[in-house]
């Protein structure tokens, strides 16, 4: 079984800064990609943005400028830098492993965290 444990998450002030970190623990052989989603309240959950195992990134165009995405495939962590943060990007931030291979014999499958809260407000 594997686990993603997220961290990093608070109130900061509109125009401050966050970085969220997402940990994939368990029998991981590799991971193909690993992101971050996020849904506020009465909205559908979205993609902010996503990392192949290359390092490809891909961003919604929403946080384009302003957040940074990063792994480390030794730690099979995922980074978020959030800058300038507004308070649209208030939600819950969700890490997600997909592609997650534990075993040769067995498929690739996709896991998510349990969600940190992002609040931005003065």
């Known amino acids: 079984q594997v686990q993603l444990v997220e961290s990093g998450g608070g109130l900061v002030q509109p125009g401050g800064s966050l970085r969220l970190s997402c940990a994939a623990s368990?029998?991981?052989?590799?991971?193909?990609?690993m992101g971050w989603y996020r849904q506020a309240p009465g909205k559908e959950r979205e993609l902010v943005a996503s990392?192949?195992?290359?390092?490809?990134?891909n961003y919604a165009d929403s946080v384009k400028g302003r957040f940074t995405i990063s792994r480390d495939n030794v730690k099979n962590t995922v980074y978020l830098q959030m800058n300038s943060l507004k308070p649209d990007d208030t939600a819950v931030y969700y890490c997600?492993?997909?592609?997650?291979?534990?075993?040769?014999?067995?498929?690739?499958?996709?896991?998510w965290g349990q969600g940190t809260q992002v609040t931005v407000s003065s």
């Open positions: 990392i192949a195992l290359g390092g490809t990134t």
């Open positions: 368990g029998i991981i052989l590799d991971i193909n990609a």
């Open positions: 997600n492993a997909d592609g997650v291979r534990s075993s040769f014999a067995l498929p690739r499958r996709a896991y």
